[in-house]
């Protein structure tokens, strides 16, 4: 994408002197038709005007939180949703504590709190500042929560001290986001599907089969999908979640229901089946509940192996099919079993007798075997951390 025509880029500017170089980064994105909304903290107005701002953007800045003319004009919900990505550049020790917390005490923190698009920090500080265990802290936080960080770089700063805290270069963040997007321009035209949850089998009109999966990491999958601009449909069993807007969710209840859904889907260039689908159902449900003191023998027979009918599909079968292997034993042999049988591309396999990991925690610690033979592990961390990572894998190969 040589110009950014139509690049909706919301721009937040936190205090420090870094402040300055904003202004040559709105210019580069200007030069190249973007169009620049900006946030100014309070601080910031100590080293940059709005005025100058206006009049290098040629767009609105917002300044306080609860300013009557800017909230009837866009209020911080809608002004998060315009924005296709959102950059904050310089961001300073202190909004980064803010962040990493959750805080929305000002315009700028509670518009990034809000928003479902993805977050790039430019930090810029001093170099001890930089180096405590309390900044490293918080932005590894920040990391699992989706941000991502542009430097800093090493170099002179203006408080006459020399490391690492530099604020990256406009023309550094600037190729960075042009590359962002130029990628997420790409993603609107390839539609991704993604199952996730598990498949209620009944028994009778109460009781049924199922298994503990949450639905988080598929969910988790679904959302980064979605922020870098994926067409993304969500299949989803039965879940407590809830998803973006911008996500087309399909609630289902039983693997019956998740087939049909995903015919329904079809083509898709990318599948993803994170789903925990049950392998068996009751070959005939009760009409009526139960009773205890019924003598009664349950007939189970196999359901559709979804997987392998998209994986193996001659029609339309999608260039990416990936699978999830979620195991309690010889956890490799079995993804790499599955990853043939199923004629996949990837399978991401889990170890769920783990404590802290998989079904129904917030954590997951997975490996990717690759239909080349290759494989790659992805350490304990945040599902959503998982998921972005998983992504980022996903966006190398479809470009």
């Not at 449909?233 to 229901?257: F, R, W, Y």
């Amino acid at each position: 994408m040589s110009n950014l025509t139509n690049k909706k880029i919301l721009f937040i500017i936190c205090g420090g002197i870094s402040a300055y170089k904003s202004l040559e980064t709105i210019r580069l994105f200007k030069k190249k038709g973007a169009q620049i909304k900006t946030i100014l903290t309070k601080s910031a107005k100590e080293f940059v005007t709005p005025l100058s701002i206006a009049s290098l953007s040629q767009g609105k800045v917002y300044e306080d939180l609860f300013s009557v003319e800017n909230e009837t004009e866009m209020d911080h919900i809608a002004l998060s949703r315009w924005a296709d990505v959102i950059i904050v550049a310089p961001i300073t020790a202190n909004t980064i504590t803010k962040l990493s917390q959750g805080s929305s005490e000002d315009l700028a923190s509670t518009v990034i709190l809000a928003s479902n698009k993805q977050i790039f920090l430019a930090p810029a500080m001093n170099v001890r500042m930089w180096e405590h265990n309390s900044t490293k802290n918080n932005l590894q936080t920040l990391k699992k929560f989706g941000y991502k960080i542009i430097g800093p770089v090493v170099g002179d700063m203006a408080c006459g001290e020399y490391g690492e805290g530099k604020m990256s270069s406009p023309l550094d963040i600037f190729d960075t986001i042009h590359n962002f997007l130029s990628k997420h321009e790409k993603n609107k035209k390839v539609k991704a599907l993604v199952t996730a949850g598990p498949t209620n089998e009944y028994i009778d009109p109460v009781r049924f089969i199922t298994n503990k999966s949450s639905g988080k990491q598929g969910y988790e999958i679904a959302k980064s999908l979605s922020k870098r601009g994926f067409d993304t449909t969500l299949i989803s069993g039965p879940t407590n979640l809830d998803i973006d807007d911008n996500i087309n969710l399909i609630k289902v209840e039983t693997a019956e229901e998740m087939f049909k859904a995903t015919q329904k889907n079809l083509p898709s260039d990318i599948a993803i089946f994170s789903a925990a689908v049950s392998d068996f159902k009751v070959t005939e449900k009760k009409k009526d509940k139960i009773k205890k003191k019924e003598n009664i023998t349950i007939n189970l027979e196999k359901n559709i192996d979804i997987l392998a009918y998209v994986s193996n599909h001659n029609s339309m079968r999608p260039k990416l099919v990936i699978g999830f292997a979620a195991e309690t034993i010889d956890l490799e042999k079995n993804a790499i079993s599955k990853l043939t049988s199923k004629n996949c591309d990837w399978i991401i396999a889990n170890d769920i007798s783990k404590r802290n990991s998989g079904f129904e925690s917030d954590y997951n610690e997975v490996t990717i075997h690759y239909n080349n033979n290759k494989k790659e592990k992805l350490s304990h961390k945040k599902k959503s951390e998982i998921s972005e990572e998983i992504v980022d894998r996903i966006v190398n190969q479809m470009n």
